[in-house]
């Protein structure tokens, strides 16, 4: 014969499982809504500065007969600026996260330091597509890699994976 518990028993009973549920120490996946720091790097912040990095470019590069073929490369559409609006506004939003309690969990005083200025050169991205400019794309593009390049001395990716155990796995 199975015997249940009055309600009010098996609520109590749940009572210390939720309790520590609620203790955890891990970050809920909603306070890491991109994964960790290093898969949302990887799947969603170097996809989306890559964008931007590569929309005003030159290049250079020898052919096999010998000869240097130079190209400049810049959005020239209505909807190739709109793309890297887009992705301005996309980095700000991360830059927003990473500055969110699940991000900076365990990282020193100075991570909502570096995803701050990664918010505000964002801005500053968003304006140079704005206006469509290709110069002020370029130069705010080296200020996006400087900023992020400043974050990785003091948190380089090899050491947070490590710090967490995770490889870079979606």
């Known amino acids: 014969m199975i015997k249940f518990l009055p309600l009010r028993a098996s609520r109590i009973a749940l009572l210390p499982l939720l309790t520590l549920a609620a203790c955890s120490s ?23 500065t890559d964008i931007y990095w590569g929309a005003v470019r030159f290049e250079s590069r020898l052919e096999p007969d010998g000869s240097v073929v130079e190209e400049e490369f810049e959005p020239r559409t209505d909807a190739d600026w709109a793309k890297l609006v887009e992705a301005a506004r996309k980095l700000q939003g991360f830059a927003r996260d990473l500055q969110s309690e699940g991000y ?60 967490t155990g995770d490889a870079r796995s979606t």
Not at 26 to 34: G, I, K, M, R
Not at 35 to 45: I, L, S, Y
Not at 134 to 158: I, K, L, R
Request: aromatic fraction near 8%; hydrophobic fraction near 40%.
């Open 104 to 163: 900076a969990k365990g990282r020193g005083d100075d991570w909502p330091v570096f995803a701050n200025a990664l918010e505000e050169v964002s801005k500053k991205a968003e304006q140079a597509a704005l206006d469509q400019d290709p110069d002020a794309v370029f130069e705010v593009g080296g200020t996006v890699y400087n900023v992020c390049s400043a974050c990785h001395q003091m948190y380089p990716p090899a050491q947070l994976e490590a710090a």
């Open 26 to 48: 891990e970050p809920e996946a909603a306070d890491l809504p991109y994964g960790t720091v290093q898969q949302m790097m990887a799947n969603e912040v170097q996809p989306t």
